[in-house]
């Protein structure tokens, strides 16, 4: 079974979007160089490769990044498979808890994980992160609130920050 991509345009760019057994294992900023090796770690981790394809679950990120861009969607229902070590898949996993239009620190992501000490470790988790905005790895800031670490760019990262912001009081969302 390969990995099927296709490239969504979005108000950031393109991403590319890769899907494994019908979930989302990839959702990656544009950026050839920090693309080229999430793709490679994917393939060596699901032991396939890529290609591009069609798949009507593209159609459905597309729609939801699309609410979402436009203030209308909150939460994806998106299926999706993170592929990496047990650590990391716990990071990922206290990514999804941290609600729209908030932020938590480094050290609080450590501690949500179960270990202060773990800050680094945590953010070479979520560097490691290949699905961008569904698993919401722009919502981790530094201690101090400066915007830090986003494999997407530190430009991008800041304005899915002001576009939760702007939106996180509206009613007329989806989810």
Partial sequence: MAIITKTIITPLGKLLCGIFDNKICLLEFADPERLSSQ??????????????????????????????????RKEFSLPIVTVGSDFQKKVWAELLKIPYGETRSYSEQSLAVGNIKSIR??????????????????????????LIGFGGGLENKKILLELEQKYINTKNTLF
């Fill in 121 to 146: 470790a945590v953010a070479s988790a979520n560097g490691a992160n290949r699905i961008a905005i569904l698993i919401p790895c722009h919502r981790v800031i530094g201690k101090n609130g400066a």
């Fill in 39 to 72: 793709i490679k770690k994917l393939e060596n981790l699901l032991k396939t490769n890529i290609s591009e394809g069609e798949n009507e679950l593209f159609y459905q990120v597309e729609q939801q990044l699309s609410e979402y861009f436009n203030g209308k």
